[in-house]
């Protein structure tokens, strides 16, 4: 690590008064001085290194308070990613392609982060379609929380036969004649979708550690530093830990992770959670990856996944003493715990068992929170402050608005999630992404949504008394979101002492118009004050190359986040301190987009 460098010359949002600065020294991985350009080049030595900002904008690192980065780190590599691509056509070229080159018995995996609405033509891939573009290799294509559409060779690989049954909380739909269309439906819930995704080939462990990083390097690229790990359906700890603790061992990590140890075994929830209060120690690790706590599955029966396609989940009358036996150990252990919520009716209820628990186990200073909590009351929500918790939200609406509004109304939309009255009435809030199954993985697209209160494919929700100015988003994304690690005052700021976590971005946040935010992402990104990631005008200072994916894999033709040439950009070619600026590989505009956790994985 260098003992001194400075970048100066550029718009620094510190997240503190002054809000913006001129430069910053960074030594020894933290922040030691913030001020003007002449006073912070003053301290510059024979052997200092001194970075130009040209002006750009620099934000602290992001930090998504719910990411599933280690499951999705493992997979990231084999999967073909629709998140941003704007039209059908294009995702079924896609598919076809890597159909083509995927080798048996790998299938080709579209796991999430898109949905219909932000495609061209509105609407979703038949299974006419996907069989045509895919006629031999198996294909699985995951929507949300609600279906998987399988292509024939997929069900074959799977097994999926006229004899097969429906499993419990799941549909495979079947034709006049009994036969499996290769459509399976989550009704009510998503296990389905994710036993069945869990049938598929896995990479080995060589190219698992490879794929972690390539999706650690994706997030640099899109500004994030940082993540608070959710856990999920089938990453048992600590089996499913060792990629990530190798690569910790290894010295890199490029992404900051907290995880935390969700469940896997229903009605032995209680079983795990002993187990591992008694066989780790909270917060072992370090500040690039530490244990958080647990959650955010604490007991099935406490499972109120969202998929607005279908009613609200009607929970089981053993869910109030189940949770009670795992708070109360939970609490009594001092482990922080987060808890999957998505309804008022549920959060109700959870609520109770809390406050029950708190009288004989107090919570204060424990740093528990609910994940999500959509359509909670401001009733609730004082309740939620009074035990000393808080919410992390995520963009879920934004990827399941149109669904909600359908169901729900337009008025039930308008604040749902309540983010500004979550801050009005005093609760910590962290923002996210809940990625990489029922949301894309881009904080841009989550910090669009938190200011502009539209969906993907452009439907406004929210009015303006439910959005967020652009440095209270922000503020939620580093700041915010450091509190549900109890890291708060470490990271979330570049102010002196601080982390020195930063991302300099393609384009003036604060400036540019709320259309374009969705279109950033980071030219120079900087943890602990080493560079993970540079491009664009810092292409020079960029990190040596990652080990290469396979060359089969869809990652190593199209890449993670749908990305489109400068050239195609137009309008977003950024004028800062008398020089031109043009962000490369920006997203089209309005034009081509045609705008006008389930209980068992998460």
């Given at each position: 690590?260098?003992?001194?460098?400075?970048?100066?010359?550029?718009?620094?949002?510190?997240?503190?008064?002054?809000?913006?600065?001129?430069?910053?020294?960074?030594?020894?991985?933290?922040?030691?001085?913030v001020g003007r350009n002449s006073e912070i080049l003053r301290l510059k030595k024979p052997d200092t290194e001194t970075i130009d900002l040209r002006g750009q904008t620099v934000i602290?690192?992001?930090?998504?308070?719910?990411?599933?980065?280690?499951?999705?780190?493992?997979?990231?590599?084999?999967?073909?990613?629709?998140?941003?691509?704007?039209?059908?056509?294009?995702?079924?070229?896609?598919?076809?392609?890597?159909?083509?080159?995927?080798?048996?018995?790998?299938?080709?995996?579209?796991?999430?982060?898109?949905?219909?609405?932000?495609?061209?033509?509105?609407?979703?891939?038949?299974?006419?379609?996907?069989?045509?573009?895919?006629?031999?290799?198996?294909?699985?294509?995951?929507?949300?929380?609600?279906?998987?559409?399988?292509?024939?060779?997929?069900?074959?690989?799977?097994?999926?036969?006229?004899?097969?049954?429906?499993?419990?909380?799941?549909?495979?739909?079947?034709?006049?004649?009994?036969n499996p269309t290769g459509m399976l439906i989550a009704r009510p819930n998503a296990g389905i979708l994710y036993s069945t995704l869990a049938k598929g080939p896995l990479l080995s462990?060589?190219?698992?550690?490879?794929?972690?990083?390539?999706?650690?390097?994706?997030?640099?690229?899109?500004?994030?530093?940082?993540?608070?790990?959710?856990?999920?359906?089938?990453?048992?700890?600590?089996?499913?830990?060792?990629?990530?603790?190798?690569?910790?061992?290894?010295?890199?990590?490029?992404?900051?992770?907290?995880?935390?140890?969700?469940?896997?075994?229903?009605?032995?929830?209680?079983?795990?959670?002993?187990?591992?209060?008694?066989?780790?120690?909270?917060?072992?690790?370090?500040?690039?990856?530490?244990?958080?706590?647990?959650?955010?599955?604490?007991?099935?029966?406490?499972?109120?996944?969202?998929?607005?396609?279908?009613?609200?989940?009607?929970?089981?009358?053993?869910?109030?003493?189940?949770?009670?036996?795992?708070?109360?150990?939970?609490?009594?252990?001092?482990?922080?715990?987060?808890?999957?919520?998505?309804?008022?009716?549920?959060?109700?209820?959870?609520?109770?068992?809390?406050?029950?628990?708190?009288?004989?186990?107090?919570?204060?200073?424990?740093?528990?929170?609910?994940?999500?909590?959509?359509?909670?009351?401001?009733?609730?929500?004082?309740?939620?402050?009074?035990?000393?918790?808080?919410?992390?939200?995520?963009?879920?609406?934004?990827?399941?608005?149109?669904?909600?509004?359908?169901?729900?109304?337009?008025?039930?939309?308008?604040?749902?999630?309540?983010?500004?009255?979550?801050?009005?009435?005093?609760?910590?809030?962290?923002?996210?992404?809940?990625?990489?199954?029922?949301?894309?993985?881009?904080?841009?697209?989550?910090?669009?949504?938190?200011?502009?209160?539209?969906?993907?494919?452009?439907?406004?929700?929210?009015?303006?008394?439910?959005?967020?100015?652009?440095?209270?988003?922000?503020?939620?994304?580093?700041?915010?979101?450091?509190?549900?690690?109890?890291?708060?005052?470490?990271?979330?700021?570049?102010?002196?002492?601080?982390?020195?976590?930063?991302?300099?971005?393609?384009?003036?946040?604060?400036?540019?118009?709320?259309?374009?935010?969705?279109?950033?992402?980071?030219?120079?990104?900087?943890?602990?004050?080493?560079?993970?990631?540079?491009?664009?005008?810092?292409?020079?200072?960029?990190?040596?190359?990652?080990?290469?994916?396979?060359?089969?894999?869809?990652?190593?033709?199209?890449?993670?986040?749908?990305?489109?040439?400068?050239?195609?950009?137009?309008?977003?070619?950024?004028?800062?301190?008398?020089?031109?600026?043009?962000?490369?590989?920006?997203?089209?505009?309005?034009?081509?987009?045609?705008?006008?956790?389930?209980?068992?994985?998460?």
């Amino acid at each position: 690590m260098r003992n001194l460098r400075i970048f100066h010359n550029g718009k620094i949002a510190t997240n503190s008064k002054p809000y913006f600065a001129e430069a910053m020294a960074v030594e020894n991985g933290k922040i030691s001085s913030v001020g003007r350009n002449s006073e912070i080049l003053r301290l510059k030595k024979p052997d200092t290194e001194t970075i130009d900002l040209r002006g750009q904008t620099v934000i602290p690192g992001l930090n998504d308070s719910h990411l599933h980065i280690i499951r999705g780190g493992l997979h990231y590599n084999l999967e073909l990613r629709w998140d941003g691509v704007p039209s059908l056509a294009d995702a079924l070229r896609m598919l076809k392609e890597q159909a083509a080159r995927t080798p048996a018995p790998q299938w080709v995996r579209v796991v999430g982060g898109w949905n219909e609405f932000q495609f061209a033509e509105r609407r979703m891939p038949t299974l006419d379609e996907i069989n045509a573009v895919a006629p031999e290799t198996p294909v699985f294509v995951l929507h949300l929380y609600d279906r998987a559409f399988l292509n024939a060779a997929a069900l074959r690989a799977v097994g999926y036969t006229k004899d097969s049954p429906n499993p419990p909380g799941g549909e495979i739909q079947r034709d006049k004649q009994g036969n499996p269309t290769g459509m399976l439906i989550a009704r009510p819930n998503a296990g389905i979708l994710y036993s069945t995704l869990a049938k598929g080939p896995l990479l080995s462990f060589e190219d698992q550690l490879v794929s972690t990083r390539h999706f650690m390097r994706e997030m640099n690229r899109l500004g994030v530093t940082s993540a608070i790990d959710a856990g999920g359906g089938f990453q048992n700890y600590p089996d499913d830990y060792g990629v990530i603790t190798e690569l910790h061992d290894r010295n890199q990590m490029t992404v900051r992770v907290a995880y935390n140890l969700f469940t896997q075994r229903p009605k032995h929830e209680l079983e795990d959670f002993k187990r591992w209060t008694g066989s780790t120690i909270l917060h072992q690790g370090d500040s690039t990856l530490r244990l958080n706590g647990a959650g955010e599955m604490l007991v099935f029966s406490a499972a109120d996944f969202e998929d607005f396609l279908e009613p609200r989940p009607d929970l089981g009358g053993v869910l109030e003493g189940e949770l009670d036996a795992v708070i109360r150990h939970l609490a009594a252990a001092r482990w922080p715990f987060r808890l999957h919520a998505t309804y008022n009716e549920s959060i109700e209820r959870f609520l109770n068992v809390f406050e029950k628990v708190n009288r004989d186990i107090p919570f204060k200073g424990l740093h528990w929170f609910f994940d999500h909590a959509e359509t909670i009351s401001d009733r609730n929500i004082e309740r939620v402050v009074a035990l000393g918790g808080g919410i992390a939200v995520q963009h879920r609406m934004a990827y399941q608005g149109e669904y909600f509004v359908n169901r729900y109304g337009a008025d039930a939309a308008r604040k749902t999630p309540p983010v500004r009255r979550m801050l009005d009435l005093g609760c910590p809030v962290g923002a996210g992404t809940d990625a990489t199954r029922v949301a894309s993985f881009n904080p841009f697209v989550s910090l669009y949504w938190l200011v502009t209160g539209k969906t993907v494919g452009g439907l406004e929700l929210y009015p303006e008394n439910n959005r967020l100015t652009r440095e209270e988003a922000l503020r939620l994304y580093t700041q915010g979101s450091s509190w549900f690690s109890t890291e708060d005052g470490a990271k979330g700021g570049l102010s002196e002492g601080q982390m020195a976590d930063f991302a300099v971005l393609t384009n003036d946040f604060f400036k540019i118009p709320a259309e374009e935010i969705k279109y950033l992402e980071s030219q120079l990104t900087v943890v602990g004050g080493e560079i993970v990631h540079a491009s664009h005008d810092f292409q020079s200072l960029a990190p040596p190359p990652l080990p290469a994916a396979l060359d089969w894999a869809p990652t190593a033709h199209y890449g993670g986040y749908h990305q489109v040439e400068a050239a195609t950009a137009g309008s977003l070619i950024h004028r800062c301190e008398g020089h031109s600026h043009v962000p490369g590989r920006h997203k089209l505009g309005e034009a081509i987009w045609g705008l006008g956790c389930d209980c068992f994985a998460f």
